[in-house]
């Protein structure tokens, strides 16, 4: 690495990126050698299955800012973006996906407006996401919503994970004791001072997305469960409609008994029980979420697993070698 200190870490999760790589390499050295000051490329393989990793492996032969974090297991995009902000080491740290749906030429612009505005979060607002299919722009629109209401906070719409934070903000984070943090909530939650630049999202420069609906909407859930505790409350207002409705069915059919109109049957009982089971297992359910993350936070298990980094051990060829030597079905 040519400085011990960059202004600007450029942190990218990857996960089975092999197709895109080419055309990364190709937009974003130029790009960010041209911006005149001291940088590094922060690489988070998240356990790719392809060739990802020994792409990478040989281009920091030939870009020197260029730095290979492997991850020991596929931890999850949000993990990959912990990973980077323990390992960045910049004044600044963008953090960007492989795939140039956001454009790094916008880089120069968040890192200008960080500058002349002195603040210390610019976050990338997608203007245009025409690119996204309809069903995804919708249900991005309402988790933002979604999230507004039930976080109590602004967040920025249409701004995903392409921003530029400060080292303040990155200090910060790091120093959270969670784990499992959703940083499009996390950051704007801290409340350092920011502002926004806007951009036109692209199609996506090769390969296919890994973020499936599954993916979204786990990413959702655990925006929901980690910021806010309107679920439970949910539950308890479920339950009281519960009630509500169980009270009905009961001065209804006092009302059938002392009419002498009652008529022995089963549908009035299927459905009372019906609800009733319903919103307990419902209420159970979110109850078992947040027990669940309890849990989990009580185990005090690292939420990823660094098994190389270029930087610390450029010489560390038994794990490079590792990979080179795994099928892509093994790796």
């Given at each position: ?198 951009y036109v999202r692209a199609e996506r ?55 002498g109109n009652s008529v022995p049957g ?66």
């Amino acid at each position: 690495m040519p400085t011990s200190h960059p202004v600007l870490s450029v942190v990218v999760p990857m996960y089975d990126e092999e197709d895109v790589l080419p055309i990364f390499f190709e937009r974003m050295h130029p790009l960010l050698d041209g911006l005149g000051i001291s940088y590094e490329v922060l690489v988070v393989d998240d356990g790719s299955r392809d060739g990802t990793a020994t792409l990478l492996r040989e281009a920091t032969g030939t870009w020197p800012q260029l730095r290979l974090v492997r991850l020991l297991r596929n931890s999850g995009h949000q993990a990959a973006l912990s990973a980077g902000f323990r390992r960045a080491r910049g004044d600044y740290l963008v953090t960007i996906d492989a795939d140039l749906q956001d454009p790094p030429e916008a880089i120069a612009e968040l890192l200008a407006t960080a500058r002349e505005k002195d603040v210390d979060v610019v976050y990338g607002v997608r203007s245009d996401r025409s690119s996204d299919s309809w069903p995804k722009r919708t249900t991005a629109r309402m988790y933002y919503r979604l999230m507004c209401r039930l976080v109590g906070m602004d967040i920025p719409f249409d701004a995903g994970d392409f921003r530029l934070v400060s080292r303040r903000v990155v200090d910060a984070v790091n120093g959270l004791p969670e784990d499992g943090r959703v940083f499009r909530l996390v950051i704007p939650w801290l409340g350092f001072p920011s502002a926004q630049v806007k951009y036109v999202r692209a199609e996506r420069a090769a390969g296919v997305t890994k973020y499936n609906w599954s993916k979204m909407f786990r990413l959702a859930f655990d925006s929901v469960t980690a910021f806010s505790a309107a679920p439970l409350r949910l539950a308890t207002w479920l339950g009281l409609l519960g009630g509500l409705v169980c009270g009905l069915f009961v001065v209804g059919a006092l009302v059938v008994k002392l009419s002498g109109n009652s008529v022995p049957g089963w549908t009035s009982t299927v459905l009372a029980v019906g609800i009733i089971g319903a919103i307990q297992l419902l209420c159970l359910g979110l109850l078992g979420e947040y027990v669940a993350r309890l849990f989990q936070s009580s185990q005090r298990r690292p939420q990823f697993l660094v098994g190389y980094d270029s930087l610390e051990d450029p010489g560390h060829h038994s794990y490079a070698e590792a990979i080179d030597g795994q099928s892509p079905e093994q790796r």
